[in-house]
């Protein structure tokens, strides 16, 4: 098997880093070598958080370099637009399609930008979720990442036992239930649109 390399952004709060620590243990359970890098971050709410996760046979090093993401899992327009060039020709954006404005656009310094997935999907294959949608309507938004991972988690490999299975063992004890859900949720999505 080849080393898959997957890249994960949103902004602090959002669940990047429980995210990437779902789909590093699934390639373990699955019996791959995983190297987890949380690159740089701030996870305090409203900052930039970015991490990379690689499995495969034999993974030397962390890093994820640009141009080289088999999926890039952004939990916001605007982050999945400042890290789309890590991207391989042939690899998947999946965007929760939300908007948080950063700092600088609620200082008035920049203006947050208009049609970010119409642009991104010139150049590259995007699946945009409305993970916070579905959040919602299961009462939750703290589950929105377990939405977008399970509609993600067709394009990472795996089956879904296995998913599931390691959604279980990684989440809050109470929080088990609601994540599955969530998760489904995204996973069913994904099915409507890969028959489209």
Not at 78 to 104: Q, S, W
Not at 131 to 150: D, E, H
Request: glycine share 10%; aromatic share 6%.
């Amino acid at each position: 098997m080849m080393t898959k390399n997957i890249m994960i952004v949103g902004v602090g709060g959002q669940g990047t880093l429980l995210t990437s620590r779902i789909i590093g243990r699934a390639a373990l359970a699955a019996g791959l070598d995983v190297k987890i890098s949380e690159v740089h971050g701030m996870a305090q709410r409203g900052g930039s958080v970015v991490t990379f996760v690689r499995f495969g046979e034999s993974v030397s090093e962390p890093v994820v370099e640009e141009g080289q993401a088999d999926v890039v899992i952004a939990f916001e327009r605007l982050e999945a637009l400042r890290y789309a060039h890590f991207l391989k020709k042939d690899g998947v954006l999946v965007v929760n399609d939300c908007r948080i404005d950063p700092m600088t656009v609620v200082t008035g310094a920049r203006e947050y930008p208009e049609n970010i997935l119409d642009g991104l999907s010139d150049a590259h294959t995007v699946y945009a979720v409305d993970g916070r949608a579905v959040a919602l309507a299961l009462k939750n938004s703290k589950v929105l990442n377990s939405v977008v991972l399970g509609f993600a988690a067709r394009h990472i490999g795996f089956d879904e036992a296995l998913w599931l299975d390691t959604v279980e063992k990684t989440v809050p004890p109470k929080t088990v239930a609601i994540n599955r859900e969530a998760f489904l949720r995204g996973y069913a999505l994904s099915t409507k649109e890969n028959e489209k």
